[in-house]
Nanobody
């Protein structure tokens, strides 16, 4: 069982940056692939970024590539999402998610989810 708690969301202006954190409980974090997934009410969940258990492989969706950076610190059981050049289209609830071993771009492949942190980008 893995429990995930996100933090770092908030209200920012277009062009600003935010850093999201996801703290994980359990001894299996170092073997878990992690992802950030965002959701806007009424829309499907959208894969944002993923990272392999060792951090050696990174995955992004086209809309976030070059602006967002996912990273992890296995000693701290934490995964991060650095978000730069934010725009209103990035407004969503951001969830971190975990699964065993291989990273996936499909949100439905992740059995463990945090409650999410709200990110609002507005002038």
């Amino acid at each position: 069982q893995v429990q995930l708690v996100e933090s770092g969301g908030g209200l920012v202006q277009p062009g600003d940056s935010l850093r999201l954190s996801c703290s994980a409980s359990g001894r299996t974090f170092a073997t878990a692939a992690m992802a950030w997934v965002r959701q806007v009410p009424g829309k499907e969940r959208e894969f944002v970024a993923g990272i392999s258990p060792t951090g050696g492989s990174l995955y992004y969706t086209d809309s976030t590539k070059g602006r967002f950076t996912i990273s992890r610190d296995n000693a701290k059981n934490t995964v991060y999402l650095q978000m730069n050049s934010l725009n209103p289209a990035d407004t969503a609830v951001y969830h971190c998610a975990a699964r065993g071993f291989a990273t996936s771009r499909l949100p439905s492949d992740y059995p463990y989810w945090g409650q999410g942190t709200h990110v609002t980008v507005s002038s």
